[in-house]
């Protein structure tokens, strides 16, 4: 069985990463999510999360972080290996099982335009 665990190594702390990957250029959206995403040598996808105001207030922000990690922790070995940065879109719900259907398709929508950039 899998573990289906979110510990440290799986997130995106450092400002140095979440500039790396917003730098990539490499995103793909849906009405739920914004996902931006770049490469990693490390064999496993990692996290990160920007939740604005503009989402809402403060409850509705850490519902949407809570969200997105629980959806994140249950399909992380859908995912390919590359770092990606969640950002809500502002009129959607935080719906668990919503983001687990939009992680990997997102995800894999990254996946292919980089590979397509690093063939070139």
């Avoid at 790396?20 to 995103?27: E, K, L």
């Avoid at 931006?36 to 040598?41: E, K, L, S, W």
């Avoid at 920007?50 to 207030?57: L, Q, Y």
């Avoid at 502002?90 to 590979?115: G, K, N």
């Amino acid at each position: 069985m899998a573990h289906l665990r979110f510990p440290k190594r799986l997130r995106l702390l450092a400002p140095r990463d979440f500039d790396r990957v917003m730098q990539a250029r490499a995103s793909a959206t849906d009405g739920l999510v914004r996902m931006y995403g770049a490469a990693n040598d490390l064999g496993h996808p990692r996290l990160g999360l920007t939740v604005s105001r503009r989402v809402g207030a403060a409850t509705t922000r850490n519902v949407w972080k809570r969200a997105l990690r629980e959806a994140f922790r249950l399909v992380q070995h859908d995912l390919p290996a590359c770092d990606i940065v969640c950002i809500p879109q502002r009129d959607a719900a935080p719906e668990v099982a919503r983001l687990a259907a939009s992680l990997p398709r997102l995800a894999r929508r990254i996946d292919i335009e980089l590979r397509r950039r690093s063939a070139r």
